[in-house]
């Protein structure tokens, strides 16, 4: 009979947790992100926590911070582009050589 307990109870928290998650699963779709000339620009970003920008081009990746943004906004000039390069706005990083990050925006040209 402690085993049934045990088990229903088992099954139970197998429905609740995940139920209980899905309100707060992230959107499957970047904010919107824009690119013109040399700047690039996002919108809809967190504002209660650190952004970073990163560049990814032929040469590699690169990054740096940007802070924090009281309205969700922010637009960053850039380099001349030495052929496609993905812009992210990102959040910190973490990991070997801070290589892990959560992106929040992203656009390519």
Do not use: E, H
């Given at each position: ?41 996002a919108t809809g970003l967190p504002t209660d926590q650190v ?13 740096w911070v940007l802070g924090f943004t ?40």
């Open positions: 009979m402690l085993r049934r307990i045990a088990l229903a109870a088992l099954v139970c928290l197998a429905i609740a947790v995940p139920a209980a998650q899905a309100g707060s699963r992230k959107p499957t779709s970047d904010p919107p992100c824009t690119v013109s000339g040399n700047v690039v620009s952004i970073n920008f990163m560049v990814t081009d032929p040469s590699g990746t690169t990054g009281n309205d969700g906004n922010w637009s960053v000039n850039v380099p001349t582009r030495n052929g496609p390069t993905t812009y992210q706005f990102v959040s910190r990083t973490w990991g070997p050589n801070g290589s892990k990050y959560t992106v929040f925006s992203s656009c390519s040209a």
